[in-house]
């Protein structure tokens, strides 16, 4: 049984940093790309970070390009969302997910796509 569970999440000022975490068991996590997405109040849910396989490559959304970092620890089968310069408009809930994908995607926008899912940890930033 797959799962995906995040942590890290929390209240932080405006300008500020957080560190996401994203643990996974139940796959080979070496096999899958990961991907984040956030969902604000009201809002759909969007794309923010992914990363290969390796850990060699990594996409980002035009709106956290230069503040946000993702990596991964292969060993420890998790991936890491680096979060800076933190703004009020971050504020959302973020997801991790384990994208079976051998490429990054050219569209992340149908989330339907994805089968795991991680249960999502509250970023709330303030200003």
């Known amino acids: 049984q797959v799962q995906l569970v995040e942590s890290g999440g929390g209240l932080v000022q405006a300008g500020g940093s957080l560190r996401l975490s994203c643990a996974a068991s139940?796959?080979?996590?070496?096999?899958?790309?990961m991907v984040w997405f956030r969902q604000a109040p009201g809002k759909e849910r969007l794309f923010v970070a992914a990363?290969?396989?390796?850990?060699?490559?990594?996409l980002y959304a035009d709106s956290v390009k230069g503040r946000f970092t993702t990596s991964r620890d292969n060993a420890k089968n998790t991936a890491y969302l680096q979060m800076n310069s933190l703004k009020p408009e971050d504020t959302a809930v973020y997801y991790c997910?384990?994208?079976?994908?051998?490429?990054?995607?050219?569209?992340?926008?149908?989330?339907?796509?994805?089968?795991?899912w991680g249960q999502g940890t509250q970023v709330t930033v303030s200003l």
């Open positions: 997910v384990a994208d079976p994908s051998p490429y990054f995607r050219t569209n992340y926008d149908r989330t339907s796509v994805f089968d795991h």
């Open positions: 139940g796959l080979t996590f070496s096999h899958y790309f």
């Open positions: 990363i290969n396989r390796s850990g060699t490559s990594t």
